[in-house]
């Protein structure tokens, strides 16, 4: 049994460790890195509202306050590479698409986001790596376009049109796909194959930009083969 002094002296102890735990619990509550599951939310509805409104310098900023807390979480993480990529600035969209592809089981987080910020920064081998992770993940003929468009960066134009070609046997209104065809084969001097794409898509749709657009790149291919002869 404690003698008086004894008790005294254990119970001044407990009281300096509840006075203890009573002052770290007050430092957490005040302190700007630890927030609650609930301030944790508002803050994430917070950063997300402002990306999606034209504001990603406002998510980021939200987004990295958030991950001094919890540096690998993928909602956070996430939330930081959209502003990235929002706001162009493709080596650091590079970075935290990474992180995120590391940390996160969904490979559709960084789709096809981080295979575009790598073409941005002239990466074209690992964009298309990338773009074809996102395949793997979700073969939708989004990803599949994706895929093409990375595989035509890196010149490799017949392996491009087989991908171009499966987006519009999956989805024959996928009018991008077919133009992105015409665009090969002008690339490839293949004109009149080019130009009957074209034709095609405009009597559909008379005024398509895109259409327009690979017409008059065949225009001027054709310009310079009238004067090569």
């Known amino acids: 049994m404690l003698k008086p002094r004894g008790r005294a002296a254990a119970a001044g102890l407990r009281f300096a460790l509840l006075a203890a735990a009573l002052a770290v619990a007050s430092a957490l509550a005040h302190s700007k890195a630890v927030f ?5 939310r508002r803050l994430f509805e917070r950063s997300r509202t402002a990306i999606q409104e034209g504001h990603p310098e406002v998510g ?5 306050e958030m991950l001094a807390f919890r540096p690998e979480e993928p909602l956070y993480l996430t939330l930081r590479f959209r502003a990235l990529m929002i706001m162009r600035r493709w080596p650091e969209a590079v970075r935290a698409g990474e992180v995120v592809a590391r940390v996160s089981p969904k490979t559709e987080q960084v789709c096809p986001g981080l295979g575009q910020a790598y073409a941005m920064v002239g990466d074209l081998e690992r ?8 395949l793997d993940s979700a073969p939708t003929p989004e990803a599949l376009f994706e895929y093409g468009q990375a595989l035509e960066r890196l010149e490799q134009f017949d392996e491009a049109v087989k991908v171009y070609s499966a987006v519009h046997a999956a989805s024959p209104t996928f009018i991008g796909a077919s133009l992105c065809i015409a665009r090969i084969r002008v690339k490839q001097g293949r004109l009149a194959e080019a130009r009957g794409i074209v034709r095609k898509v405009l009597s559909l749709k008379p005024r398509h930009p895109g259409a327009l657009a690979v017409g008059e790149l065949m225009r001027r291919a054709e310009a310079v083969s009238r004067r090569a002869k």
Not at 36 to 40: A, D, F, H, I, V
Not at 60 to 64: I, K, M, P, Q, R
């Open 36 to 40: 609650s599951p609930l301030e944790g």
């Open 60 to 64: 980021l900023a939200l987004a990295e």
């Open 127 to 134: 964009a298309a790596k990338a773009q074809k992770r996102c």
